[in-house]
């Protein structure tokens, strides 16, 4: 197993000097699913939710939490993003919303984080503007789907099949 990056050698938390990295394009795509009901799911694609427009909300709100990253997990730097998209897709078996998210910086360190949390937040924002009409929603599959650019190279995730 590797050496973890984030402890120095006496185990005390640390933000990894980037300095020496090169600067390269790096992309990070992340992915999650929010189950619901086919009612709230049909709600949802509707766009006139009670709280508004389920999919606008959620795509702005995973699009700042991406930017706003840093902010919210620990060592995380502070990044200049030049690209930040959250899609949805629906899904009818089960019934619910697929979110995909695409992070792109030129930088001396990767957006993994960045597109993980934009998915993160999407579907927790999905999950607030529902929750009156399905509690019973739940959010999972986050996961990193690929990541290129920087000294790690590329990633890509194997594929999931519906009973992963």
Request: a neutral charge.
């Amino acid at each position: 197993m590797s050496k973890l990056t984030h402890l120095d050698d006496a185990g005390n938390a640390r933000m990894v000097d980037v300095g020496a990295k090169e600067v390269t394009a790096r992309t990070a795509v992340a992915e999650g699913f929010v189950a619901m009901t086919a009612e709230t799911l049909r709600l949802a694609l509707s766009g006139d939710a009670k709280k508004g427009d389920v999919l606008a909300a959620a795509r702005i709100a995973g699009i700042m939490a991406a930017k706003r990253t840093s902010e919210l997990i620990p060592l995380c730097h502070p990044l200049a993003l030049s690209k930040a998209a959250v899609d949805f897709a629906p899904s009818d078996d089960p019934p619910g919303l697929h979110i995909r998210a695409e992070v792109s910086v030129t930088g001396q360190t990767g957006v993994e984080m960045e597109a993980l949390t934009a998915v993160s937040v999407a579907a927790l924002t999905i999950y607030d503007m529902l929750k009156a009409v399905d509690r019973g929603m739940e959010i999972g599959g986050i996961r990193l789907v690929a990541k290129s650019g920087g000294r790690s190279g590329d990633y890509v995730a194997q594929s999931r099949t519906a009973k992963d």
